[in-house]
């Protein structure tokens, strides 16, 4: 591809990506999208031939960029819990930051098909847990409710951003911050569960003593 096509071809993955943010699937007009790239309508149908492929354009952007983000978070190798708060962190950073990132979160949930951005990243955070040792998490049902709660604050952070951004009060590294604070109020919980456990199991053994 000669270097202008590539440009006018990120200009309209840019501008669709935008679109799709605030719109949603249903809702983007690719003419809305052809003035925001500044081109005409006939190079958008030149490059993406309707909305379909414009979507999977911005959904295979917004993966790549998640993946590369998950694969960087990963390779710290971080104990389990320890892992799973610094990708939901990253994660919610990128959101903040990357409007395909977005977008992609959102036609994930409007669209079916490939490429889906939820598979780029939850089960990246299952992964993590099945290497939780007995300290950390103790059963299956506490690494599965530690999965949803990553899961759920990940797509709340997701929705908060977009609202800050339609009504343009998305501050950098707000989000980032609030997230990490529930981390801190959810981890001094870990931290007095094992507590009381440590505390019944001395006493358990003061009695068999």
Same mark, same amino acid.
């Given at each position: 591809?000669?270097? &202008?096509?590539?440009?006018?071809?990120?200009?309209?993955?840019?501008?669709?990506?935008?679109?799709?943010? @605030?719109?949603?699937?249903?809702?983007?007009?690719?003419?809305?999208?052809?003035?925001?790239?500044?081109?005409?309508?006939?190079?958008?149908? !030149?490059?993406?031939?309707?909305?379909?492929?414009?979507?999977?354009?911005?959904?295979?952007?917004?993966?790549?960029?998640?993946?590369?983000?998950?694969?960087?978070?990963?390779?710290? &190798?971080?104990?389990?819990?320890?892992?799973?708060?610094?990708?939901?962190?990253?994660?919610?950073?990128?959101?903040?930051?990357?409007?395909?990132?977005?977008?992609?979160?959102?036609?994930?949930?409007?669209?079916?098909?490939?490429?889906?951005? !939820?598979?780029?990243?939850?089960?990246?955070?299952?992964?993590?847990?099945?290497?939780?040792?007995?300290?950390?998490?103790?059963?299956?049902?506490?690494?599965?409710?530690?999965?949803?709660?990553?899961?759920?604050?990940?797509?709340?952070?997701?929705?908060?951003?977009?609202?800050?951004? @339609?009504?343009?009060?998305?501050?950098?590294?707000?989000?980032?911050?609030?997230?990490?604070?529930?981390?801190?109020?959810?981890?001094?919980?870990?931290?007095?569960?094992?507590?009381?456990?440590?505390?019944?199991?001395? @006493?358990?053994?003061?009695?068999?003593?």
């Amino acid at each position: 591809m000669q270097p &202008r096509a590539a440009r006018t071809r990120q200009a309209l993955v840019s501008a669709a990506a935008g679109e799709f943010d @605030r719109n949603g699937y249903s809702g983007a007009s690719l003419s809305r999208v052809s003035r925001a790239a500044g081109v005409s309508v006939g190079a958008l149908t !030149f490059h993406f031939s309707n909305k379909e492929e414009l979507a999977v354009a911005v959904r295979e952007q917004g993966g790549a960029a998640t993946t590369t983000l998950v694969a960087a978070v990963t390779a710290r &190798r971080e104990e389990s819990v320890q892992a799973v708060v610094s990708l939901t962190l990253a994660l919610t950073g990128l959101l903040e930051s990357d409007v395909a990132v977005r977008a992609a979160a959102r036609l994930a949930r409007e669209q079916s098909g490939e490429p889906d951005w !939820f598979s780029a990243w939850v089960p990246a955070i299952h992964q993590q847990l099945r290497h939780a040792h007995e300290g950390q998490l103790g059963t299956v049902t506490d690494r599965a409710a530690v999965a949803a709660l990553a899961t759920h604050l990940v797509t709340g952070a997701e929705i908060t951003i977009r609202q800050r951004a @339609r009504r343009h009060n998305l501050t950098a590294g707000q989000s980032v911050a609030e997230l990490t604070r529930i981390w801190e109020m959810v981890r001094g919980g870990f931290a007095a569960l094992r507590g009381d456990a440590d505390v019944k199991d001395h @006493r358990g053994d003061q009695r068999c003593g």
